[in-house]
């Protein structure tokens, strides 16, 4: 079989454009899907904050500058963030994914990081995100630098009107594992 026939092929089988049968058609026209409800349990994030970092020990601690906003007609939370000292910036995208019923995170930053999350949802008063995470220890321009591949969990509490609290946990290759935490204020 020809490369051109595996493509015609792989175009031909894709699911793509296929619609669902089940008699529920996208909207067509002037009307946007209207985003999902589930979305809004990650309202607590929206506006500016300013958050203390307590670093695991031996760590230094930093300020953490958040800005989230709704983007795609409500689908999707974008928090723009900066992290100093390290002149990190970085973006997570939060959103719902209605197939698998979780929330998902995506992470990237400035430095090469990245990371990919999901949450089963609010438990107890608890919201936690867990997935891989592949961060540059030391960045460089070239394109290429050393980093570690961890496993992340994020556990965020609300602690009141414009408060929440980010207790972070990262787990090493070893199994060695460092904590820290975010207190965040809005402004």
């Known amino acids: 079989m020809g490369a051109a026939t595996v493509v015609l092929v792989a175009l031909t089988v894709s699911p793509v454009s296929a619609e669902p049968d089940t008699g529920a058609r996208p909207p067509r026209g002037g009307d946007p899907l209207p985003a999902p409800p ?21 760590g230094r601690p930093a300020v953490l500058k958040l800005t989230t906003k709704r983007a795609m ?67 460089n321009a070239t394109g290429r630098t050393s980093g570690v591949k961890l496993n992340l969990l994020d556990n965020y509490q609300v602690l009141g009107r414009g408060h929440f609290k980010n ?21």
Do not use: K, M
């Open 38 to 58: 589930q979305i809004r349990a990650l309202d607590f994030l929206l506006g500016s904050y300013t958050c203390g970092y307590t670093p695991p020990p031996g």
């Open 73 to 139: 007609d409500g689908h999707y939370l974008y928090t723009d963030a900066t992290l100093e000292p390290g002149n990190v910036v970085g973006r997570s995208t939060f959103g719902w994914n209605p197939v698998d019923g979780t929330f998902i995170n995506q992470y990237h930053d400035n430095w090469g990081s990245s990371g990919s999350y999901t949450s089963s949802g609010w438990q107890d008063g608890h919201l936690v995100f867990r997935g891989p995470l592949t961060q540059v220890i030391t960045p």
């Open 167 to 187: 207790a972070t946990s990262f787990t090493f290759p070893d199994g060695s594992t460092l904590q820290g935490s975010y207190d965040c204020h809005r402004q």
